[in-house]
Each structure stands twice: as C-alpha cells, then as structure tokens.
C-alpha cells in the first residue's frame, strides 16, 4: 500500500485522485474509481449519480385507435371504449352499415335515397296528381275528372251542360222540349201524331 522512492515509503494516493474518489494501490500504483452510487471521472472529482427518471404517467385512450370498425364511433366511459354505429348507420360495430344502397334493400312501396328508405312520393308529382309506388318507383297519374301531365298539373275536367235535345229524340216534324233534364217532342202546328 505504499511506495518507496529514494528509500523513503510514501502512499501513492495521496493528491492522485479527485474530490470523493476511492484509491487503491495495485503493484505500487494508485488506481482511481468512483465509489458506488457516484459517477464522473475519479482524477477530476466524483458526484452523486442523479436519479433514476421516473416512469412517465401514461394516460391512454382506450379509444386511440378505435377498436370500433368501420362506419362507427368511440366513447370513453370509465376507461373502457363503448362503441356505436355513427347516426344514420345501423347494425352493431364493427358491422355497421347504411339503412340501404341500393332500392332493393327496402320495402317495395319505399326507395334508397342517400342510404335511407323513404316514401319517394313527396314532391315528385304536379300539383293535383295522385302518387303511387309500385316496386320502389313511382308512378303519378291524374284522379278521376281531371286530365293533364300528373308530373307538371292535373286540372279539374269542365263539362258543358247537356242539351238532352241535341241530337233531337224527337221524329220528323216535331219539336224537341228540354224538361227536367229529358227531351220531350211535340208536334209542329198543322201537324198531328206521336
């Protein structure tokens, strides 16, 4: 643990290490280490390790990513993710889907129109007309006593009053009445018979 030099022993750690080092002699030569807990470089000066990092607090989103699928959407309730089929789409996730996509997926008196079966009557027909479905299409017509184009105006049908004398139901010679509604003949002066 010591050296001689010019027959005197001397200890060889003394002033070759730095501040807080530890020193050993090995073979008549100081050997200079940081003791446990410490780090830095034992000729300069040792110092305390800092301390470990902490584990940062994750908080997760058990909604990021969504485990809900296609077409549907996530909410956080108590840590756990609730999943639901985003508004106008039904089924359950992950199998949500549109109402239709096509006119056969609905009844036949409705039709798919942006993915929704619905009536498709409302304002498909002119003014008066009387709209129909038949196999998810729609068929518009005039009711009776009006006439025109059920997809543009049904107009009420005008009757002119009747002449029950016209064409007379009377024979030759005779003269046709109206009463009540019903031709009757007579007939004409100088003239006699049925």
Excluded: W
């Excluded at 410490?38 to 990092?53: A, S, V, Y």
């Excluded at 058990?62 to 985003?86: H, K, L, M, Y």
């Excluded at 498709?120 to 518009?140: D, F, K, L, M, Q």
Aim: charged share 15%; aromatic share 4%.
């Amino acid at each position: 643990t010591k050296a001689c030099n010019n027959k005197k022993c001397i200890n060889p750690c003394i002033g070759a290490c730095g501040p807080s080092a530890r020193c050993e002699v090995i073979n008549h030569s100081p050997i200079c280490s940081c003791p446990p807990g410490q780090t830095g470089d034992p000729f300069q000066g040792c110092h305390d390790l800092p301390p470990p990092p902490r584990d940062p607090i994750v908080i997760t989103d058990p909604c990021n990513p969504s485990p809900c699928g296609p077409n549907s959407q996530c909410r956080n309730i108590g840590d756990n993710p609730v999943c639901s089929c985003i508004e106008s789409y039904i089924g359950s996730p992950p199998n949500c889907r549109p109402e239709c996509t096509i006119n056969a997926d609905c009844p036949t008196q409705q039709a798919c129109v942006n993915n929704k079966c619905i009536d498709p009557c409302p304002g498909s027909c002119g003014s008066g007309a009387e709209c129909y479905v038949i196999s998810h299409s729609i068929t518009c017509q005039c009711p009776t006593g009006y006439e025109g184009n059920p997809f543009v105006q049904c107009i009420l049908i005008k009757h002119e009053p009747i002449n029950a004398c016209e064409p007379s139901p009377c024979g030759a010679n005779a003269i046709c009445r109206e009463q009540n509604g019903a031709g009757s003949g007579r007939c004409i002066d100088e003239y006699l018979g049925d």
